[in-house]
């Protein structure tokens, strides 16, 4: 009986001194609350090498969020969201992941993590002018003393805040908090990020989502043709819309002639601040006017106002335009330092001229796409990606791949890069969808039914044929 | 002692053949304990298809095709047509007569800004008329407030200042705690079954058996009346655990055939807290038996034991109810029997860690309670008035 007693006892202490040794103080999570998330969840930061190779130089600390499942009597795997950008911060759109994830979350954890350089994990940021400025200032006000500036800001080590060790922290966390293996959703940028992790822990992972794929053959940055490929099939639509066709019948020959027409003479026009209510001026020339509609063309509810938009910006009002600009003035969508360091470093070198003259032969912003590259990379320090990270990744996990059609920056034929290399994987094109398919359709109950089946090609994908077609504003009173 | 023990036993076996040899009368007064989990399983079903559910409404549209974009978002809001009505629901939906009436000049005064009515009509007493005309209003200020969004992005204001001040709810409560009313019923549930499953056999050994002269040849016997009592108590009181131990099992089961997660809520009965809730419901179940044998002694007749006691299961339904509707609680309820006790089960649905001194505390009143109880009984039985049901 006293034998039995003490086995217990020191069975306990040993338990203890291994999960306190495993854990070494590193990682620490609590209840919190998170965005407009009602409930309780839980934050952590997990202490991880600034260089893996280094690993007992400079540390930092990798800031991260588990939405627990709701249910949680049966363990499955998590799920980990893998942010765009590169430079958005997982963590910081919790509220709209907890709504599209929501059937997800009913089972599963969700697990958010800050990419190191982004969020509350060692953020790298610039404060550009033009983009505090954004009514007044043209793009190419960007100077280069300001970059030089941001860059010399940077704490640590830059060159270390790279898509590989990225992956490495995340696997770092699932480590950190038991989970043998993971599921993984990428969108955009977290694309790349999810095919870097399937390169280099496989055996971390269970399955994975690519939404809207940067896939490792094409590099990041060149929108020229992507963008212009999105414009003109919202100019099709809009023809093949009666009301919209009626509305605007020379949409297309209208864009060029305002495009053309703020080439010539950047207008400057004086409108009330849509924020302020106080005098100001709207300073517009045809890179902001493009770069505008471009950013509009993302989601379905921005590309239904560009006819519109387009029309009355050639009647001369450009009240429309402001609204739009006016939605996202002064938030920061993006941790701009981690953007730049990562693009101008992982894929900007990769790129010939004749590549680059090759993107900027369109009809929509020509090569407005690559200035602001051109403009800052020469300022940021410079680390090269080992060679294994450019080679097309073949890990036989199961993979949902997910393109939205009308998507500018990674059109459907990015996925079919990913679709071939990856043996067990499936390529959805959403029709009628632009980026990120799943946050605004119902690809997100595709995936909860691929987190549970991994079958990515027995997937129930009939609900996808219910999206209908892209309409348009025609009024600026709205809709009959 | 050792005697005391053997006699002890001896009256306790009698005791539990009495009470388990009828095994029908059992089985009625376990009932409880076997419904109550189909209870709480249908009331969840029904309450979380009230909460999450939006069914079909069938709306008789006036001027339907001066809107039709309107009429695509009530139907997003499955908000349809009367037209499409399935012929079963036809009379129904005939009877609640809501009609929405579409103004003739909807477009055009939609195109120059213009203020537009609808009408909605309907019988706004029908109290099934009002959980549609509820999403109605909601559809019709959605749709609404996105189109004067739209209007006021495109003259060029920034829409956020349509949002000064925005209330983000942040709930304390752990994240594991369950879903209320679940909780709320099962703990009533427990305490009712630890008072009603042992009721007929508390009274059946005590008012029965003076009735049926058995209690007369027992206390003839030479043993103690403390004895005589306790294995009354032990038998009542093992038919009452039982009744929270069926409860306890049952529940687990059954609330597995509800989707809770729909409302964002689960409920898991582990071993721990199972062992815990049982720990506090030991003491409740004596301590209801005792009170129940006490009565009953004290009534004149069978009958008269059966409606007094019957009133006294009143008892442990009404305090959980009272004490979860108080906004305010006194200190002292913690220390009362039941009251302490279903404060305490609350906790534990909640997540709250248990506060085991206040599990102590609450237990040691309650048995200390039912110790009075007892020796008191023990003394009465002693007294010819009790036993011949004179006084």
């Not at chain 1, 953020?123 to 002018?129: D, G, T, V």
């Not at chain 1, 963008?227 to 093949?240: T, V, Y």
């Not at chain 2, 009721?199 to 027992?218: H, K, P, W």
């Not at chain 2, 044998?293 to 006691?309: D, H, I």
Request: hydrophobic share 45%; aromatic share 8%.
């Amino acid at each position: 009986m006293n034998i039995t007693w003490k086995n217990i006892l020191a069975l306990s202490l040993l338990s203890l001194t291994a999960t306190s040794w495993a854990n070494d103080n590193k990682l620490t999570l609590e209840n919190c609350h998170l965005g407009e998330i009602r409930s309780q969840v839980k934050c952590g930061k997990l202490e991880v090498p600034e260089n893996y190779q280094k690993p007992d130089g400079d540390k930092i600390a990798v800031n991260f969020a588990v939405l627990p499942a709701i249910d949680d009597s049966e363990y499955k795997a998590p799920l980990m969201f893998l942010a765009g950008g590169p430079g958005q911060a997982a963590v910081e759109l919790a509220t709209g992941l907890n709504r599209v994830f929501r059937e997800v979350r009913k089972t599963r954890d969700i697990i958010l993590v800050d990419q190191r350089g982004t969020g509350e994990s060692s953020p790298l940021s610039c404060e550009f002018e033009a983009v505090d400025n954004v009514y007044s200032a043209l793009p190419d006000a960007l100077n280069p003393q300001e970059v030089k500036d941001c860059v010399a800001q940077f704490k640590g080590d830059v060159t270390q805040y790279n898509s590989e060790n990225a992956i490495r922290d995340f696997d770092a966390i699932r480590a950190a908090l038991g989970h043998e293996k993971l599921n993984i959703y990428g969108g955009s940028y977290g694309t790349r990020a999810g095919l870097v992790f399937m390169r280099m822990f496989p055996e971390s992972l269970e399955s994975v989502v690519l939404d809207s794929v940067g896939p490792i053959e094409v590099p990041i940055g060149m929108f020229g043709q992507s963008g212009a490929r999105s414009f003109n099939l919202l100019i099709d639509n809009c023809k093949n819309s009666e009301s919209c066709n009626k509305a605007f019948p020379n949409l297309a020959a209208e864009f060029q002639a305002v495009k053309a027409r703020l080439a010539k003479q950047p207008a400057s026009i004086d409108i009330l601040h849509p924020r302020l209510g106080t005098p100001t001026k709207l300073v517009i020339d045809d890179t902001k006017f493009t770069g505008n509609l471009r950013f509009q063309l993302y989601g379905m509810e921005g590309r239904s106002m560009v006819p519109l938009v387009i029309h009355q910006a050639f009647l001369g009002n450009y009240q429309p335009l402001v609204g739009l600009m006016a939605r996202t003035e002064g938030e920061q969508l993006v941790y701009t330092g981690l953007l730049f360091n990562i693009v101008c470093n992982e894929d900007m070198p990769r790129l010939s001229l004749a590549d680059k003259a090759a993107d900027a032969n369109n009809n929509f912003d020509g090569k407005d796409s690559q200035l602001a590259w051109d403009m800052v990379c020469p300022f940021f320090p410079e680390y090269r990606p080992s060679e294994d990270f450019y080679q097309s990744v073949t890990a036989d996990i199961p993979t949902l791949i997910l393109s939205g059609n009308l998507d500018p920056v990674t059109p459907p034929s990015n996925g079919e890069y990913s679709a071939k290399s990856l043996p067990n994987s499936h390529h959805i094109i959403v029709e009628n969808a632009s980026h990120t398919v799943a946050m605004s359709t119902c690809a997100s109950d595709i995936i909860q039914e691929f987190l549970t089946s991994k079958t990515p090609k027995k997937l129930d994908e009939s609900c996808l044929k219910d999206i209908p077609q892209e309409t348009f504003m025609t009024s600026v009173n709205g809709i009959q | 002692m050792n005697l005391d023990l053997i006699q002890l036993k001896a009256l306790v076996i009698k005791e539990y053949r009495e009470a388990f040899r009828d095994k029908r009368a059992l089985m009625v007064a376990l009932m409880m304990a076997i419904l109550a989990p189909v209870g709480i399983m249908v009331m969840s079903k029904i309450m979380i298809e009230k909460l999450v559910d939006e069914p079909p409404v069938y709306v008789k549209f006036i001027g339907a095709e001066h809107a039709p974009k309107l009429i695509k978002h009530f139907a997003e809001k499955n908000l349809l047509d009367f037209a499409d009505v399935p012929k079963d629901e036809k009379s129904t939906w005939e009877q609640r007569n809501i009609a929405i009436e579409i103004p003739e000049d909807y477009a055009a005064d939609m195109a120059e800004g213009k203020p537009i009515k609808l009408h909605l009509q309907a019988d706004f007493t029908d109290k099934a008329v009002q959980p549609p005309v509820r999403r109605i209003n909601n559809a019709v200020r959605a749709f609404s407030l996105s189109i004067g969004y739209k209007r006021l992005l495109l003259r060029g204001v920034d829409i956020r200042l349509l949002n000064p001040v925005k209330l983000v709810e942040q709930d304390t409560a752990k994240p594991d705690a369950t879903f209320m009313l679940i909780s709320m019923m099962l703990g009533i549930y427990l305490m009712l079954a630890a008072f009603m499953s042992g009721l007929s056999v508390a009274i059946d050994s005590s008012a029965g058996e003076r009735e049926r002269n058995v209690l007369e040849m027992l206390l003839c016997q030479p043993v103690s009346t403390l004895k005589i009592v306790l294995a009354k108590l032990i038998s009542a009181s093992t038919v009452a655990v039982i009744g929270v131990l069926l409860i306890l099992i049952l529940t687990s089961v059954s609330v597995g055939f509800v989707d809770l997660t729909k409302i964002g809520a689960t409920f898991s009965l582990d071993i721990s807290t199972a062992a815990v809730l049982l720990l506090l419901l030991l003491p409740i179940c004596f301590f209801a038996s005792a009170c129940q044998l006490f009565v009953a002694f004290q009534t004149k007749s069978f009958k008269e034991a059966q409606s007094t006691v019957g009133m006294l299961i009143g008892i442990p339904a009404f305090i959980p109810f009272v004490v979860s509707m108080m906004d305010d609680r006194p200190q002292w309820l913690n220390w009362l029997p039941i009251a302490g006790q279903s404060m305490i089960i609350e906790n534990i649905f909640k997540g709250v860690d248990v506060d085991w001194l206040a599990v102590f505390a609450t237990s040691a009143v309650t048995i200390a309670i039912t110790v009075a109880l007892v020796l008191a009984l023990a003394k009465k039985l002693k007294s010819e008035k009790v036993v011949m049901a004179l006084s």
